[in-house]
Nanobody
């Protein structure tokens, strides 16, 4: 399995931006579809965005479409989530996840997960 470590979370004002990073190690990164998920207190983990192995395909949850952008740099073994126009409903622990040659919105499709990074939005 691939090991994942997120970074970049923090406190931001509503309307502000953050960029999350997820560094991968242990397996050829370019073989893994990468997803971002989030989990708020008392809620189930939910899909945010996914990017294909080559980076040519992306998909987003309706709640973040137009505000968040997922990207990857296979040379740096890193996937990113650029979050703009953050809203009060965006705070959560954000997780990156990896699945071998997948492109999926489903948590059960992913075999490796990071430890998560907290995003907090002040109003």
């Amino acid at each position: 399995q691939v090991q994942l470590e997120e970074s970049g979370g923090g406190l931001v004002q509503a309307g502000g931006s953050l960029r999350l990073s997820c560094a991968a190690s242990g397996r050829p990164f370019s073989n893994y579809g990468m997803g971002w998920f989030r989990q708020a207190p008392g809620k189930e983990r939910e899909f945010v965005a996914v990017i294909s192995t080559s980076g040519t395909m992306t998909s987003y949850a309706d709640s973040v479409k137009g505000r968040f952008t997922i990207s990857r740099d296979n040379a740096k073994n890193t996937v990113y989530l650029q979050m703009n126009s953050l809203k009060p409903e965006d705070p959560a622990v954000y997780y990156c996840a990896a699945g071998y040659r997948i492109f999926s919105r489903l948590t059960e499709s992913y075999t490796s997960w990071g430890q998560g990074t907290q995003v907090t939005v002040s109003t």
